[in-house]
C-alpha cells in the first residue's frame, strides 16, 4: 500500500530570484518526505501537472524506494498549485518565468539547509522530474551517487516544444488569446490588464487542451490494442476522453500549467554556469552513476534522445535500458502499468543494490 500524501509541508525560501532576473515574492517549496531522516535520502521530484500525491505509486515498504530502508524526499516544482504557483500566490501580476535551475536550486535549500542533508543516495524522477533529475546531477554534480531519469530529457526537444506549442495553443484560444511563442506565455494585448479566466473559458481550454494531450501521453499501439477500453474499461474512445483526459485537464488551474509548461520548453541543464549552453559539457560534468530509463513508444521523450545524452557523458557514468512497452510516456509513470511499475523498481532494485555489495 502506498503511504499516505495527501498532507505536506512546506518551506519558506523569501522572496527567490530568477534566472529570468524577475522573482517570486515569499516564495515557499512545498514537500513531503517518507522514512527515517538518518537513513540514505532520495530526491524524487514531482511532474508536469503532479501533486506530490501523485508520486507515491513508487514508494512503500514492497518496493526500492522502502520508506524503512530510505529516506524519500518529494518536492513540487513550482507552478503545481502547491509550491508558489499562479493558484496561491495572490498577486494580480503575471507569474515570473521558472526554469529547472530555479526549481533545483529551491530544492537544494530545502534539502541542505532544512532538512540538513548535505549528500544524497540518488535523485529520480519521471517526465519533468527527469528534467530536474538532469538538472540537479548538473547543477551539483557532486552531491549524490546514483540518479535515474525516466521518461524524460536534459533538454527539451525541438519537437517536444512544437507538441507542446499545440496543447498550449488549444487552451489560450479559449480565452481568445495566442502564444506569445515556445519557452513564452500569452501574446499581451496593449493597454489590457490581466484577467482571470472565467469558469466558462476553462472548461473550453482544459478540454481542448486534455484532447490535444491524448494523441501524446500514449502511443499509437496503445491504442491500436484497445488498452484505453481493456484496461480503463470504458466502453468506447469517447467515454475515455471524456473520462481520462478532460477529466485531468478540468482538475487543472489553466495558469499553473502555463508556468510548468514554460518552464518544461525552456528545459536546458547547459543553461546555467559554467556550461553556458555547452551540452556535452554539462553531460561530461555529470559524476552520479546514471541509469537512464526512456520507453521505446514515447512520442515526446524518444529513446534516440536519451542515447545522445548517454553518448555524452564520461564512459562509465551513464547506461540506457529502455521500457519494453506500448505505454508510450505512461509507461514511466503514474504507475497505471502494472507490468512497467514492475519493470521500473526492478531496475532500480539491481542499481541500489549492487551498490551495497561494493
Given at each position: 500500500?502506498a503511504?499516505d500524501?495527501?498532507?505536506f ?12 532576473g524577475?522573482?517570486?515574492?515569499n516564495?515557499?517549496i512545498a514537500y ?6 538518518e537513513s ?9 501537472s503532479?501533486s506530490?500525491?501523485d508520486n507515491?505509486?513508487?514508494?512503500g515498504?514492497?518496493k526500492?524506494?522502502?520508506?524503512k530502508?530510505?529516506?524519500?524526499i518529494?518536492p513540487?516544482?513550482?507552478g503545481n498549485?502547491?509550491s508558489?504557483?499562479?493558484s496561491n500566490?495572490g498577486s494580480?501580476?503575471?507569474?515570473p518565468?521558472?526554469?529547472f535551475?530555479?526549481n533545483?536550486r ?20 519521471w517526465?519533468?522530474?527527469a528534467?530536474?533529475t538532469?538538472?540537479?546531477?548538473t547543477?551539483y554534480?557532486?552531491m549524490m551517487?546514483f540518479?535515474?531519469?525516466?521518461c524524460g ?8 516544444q512544437?507538441?507542446?506549442e499545440g ?6 484560444a479559449?480565452k481568445?488569446q495566442?502564444?506569445a511563442g515556445?519557452?513564452?506565455g500569452?501574446i499581451?494585448?496593449e493597454?489590457?490588464k490581466?484577467?482571470k479566466w472565467?469558469?466558462?473559458e ?5 478540454k481542448?487542451?486534455g484532447?490535444?494531450?491524448a494523441?501524446?501521453?500514449f ?10 477500453e481493456?484496461?480503463?474499461g ?7 476522453m471524456?473520462?481520462v483526459w ?8 489553466p ?8 518552464t518544461?520548453q525552456s528545459?536546458d541543464?547547459?543553461n546555467q554556469q ?6 556535452a559539457?554539462a553531460?561530461?560534468s ?6 537512464v ?7 515526446y ?8 545524452e548517454?553518448?555524452?557523458m ?5 547506461r540506457l ?7 508510450g510516456?505512461?509507461?514511466?509513470g503514474p504507475g ?5 511499475l514492475?519493470?521500473?523498481d526492478n531496475h532500480?532494485?539491481?542499481?541500489f ?6
Amino acid at each position: 500500500m502506498a503511504p499516505d500524501a495527501s498532507e505536506f509541508d512546506t518551506f519558506q525560501l523569501g522572496d527567490w530570484e530568477l534566472q529570468c532576473g524577475e522573482s517570486i515574492s515569499n516564495a515557499h517549496i512545498a514537500y513531503k518526505t517518507f522514512g527515517d531522516q538518518e537513513s540514505p535520502a532520495i530526491v524524487y521530484p514531482t511532474w508536469f501537472s503532479g501533486s506530490i500525491s501523485d508520486n507515491v505509486w513508487l514508494i512503500g515498504e514492497d518496493k526500492t524506494l522502502n520508506p524503512k530502508q530510505y529516506f524519500i524526499i518529494i518536492p513540487a516544482l513550482f507552478g503545481n498549485g502547491q509550491s508558489s504557483s499562479p493558484s496561491n500566490h495572490g498577486s494580480d501580476k503575471p507569474f515570473p518565468k521558472v526554469s529547472f535551475f530555479d526549481n533545483v536550486r529551491a530544492q537544494y535549500e530545502l534539502v541542505t539547509k532544512h532538512l540538513k542533508i548535505q549528500h544524497l543516495h540518488a535523485v529520480l524522477g519521471w517526465s519533468m522530474g527527469a528534467g530536474q533529475t538532469y538538472q540537479w546531477i548538473t547543477q551539483y554534480p557532486n552531491m549524490m551517487d546514483f540518479a535515474v531519469p525516466f521518461c524524460g530529457s536534459a533538454k527539451t526537444s525541438i519537437h517536444n516544444q512544437v507538441f507542446l506549442e499545440g496543447v498550449k495553443s488549444a487552451m489560450l484560444a479559449a480565452k481568445v488569446q495566442s502564444s506569445a511563442g515556445s519557452k513564452e506565455g500569452a501574446i499581451a494585448v496593449e493597454g489590457e490588464k490581466q484577467r482571470k479566466w472565467s469558469h466558462k473559458e476553462k472548461e473550453v481550454g482544459m478540454k481542448a487542451f486534455g484532447r490535444g494531450y491524448a494523441g501524446w501521453g500514449f502511443s499509437q499501439a496503445f491504442y491500436r490494442e484497445r488498452l484505453h477500453e481493456k484496461h480503463y474499461g470504458f466502453k468506447d474512445l469517447e467515454s475515455f476522453m471524456q473520462g481520462v483526459w478532460e477529466a485531468w485537464a478540468c482538475s487543472k488551474d489553466p495558469e499553473n500549467m502555463l508556468v510548468m509548461l514554460q518552464t518544461w520548453q525552456s528545459g536546458d541543464c547547459s543553461n546555467q554556469q559554467p556550461y553556458k549552453g555547452d551540452f556535452a559539457m554539462a553531460m561530461q560534468s555529470i559524476r552520479a552513476k546514471t541509469l537512464v530509463l526512456p520507453c521505446k513508444t514515447d512520442l515526446y521523450f524518444p529513446p534516440e534522445d536519451s542515447e545522445f545524452e548517454v553518448a555524452n557523458m564520461s564512459p562509465g557514468i551513464g547506461r540506457l535500458e529502455q521500457f519494453p512497452s506500448i505505454w508510450g510516456h505512461w509507461a514511466g509513470g503514474p504507475g497505471d502499468s502494472k507490468d512497467d511499475l514492475k519493470w521500473l523498481d526492478n531496475h532500480l532494485r539491481d542499481l541500489f543494490s549492487k551498490a551495497q555489495l561494493k
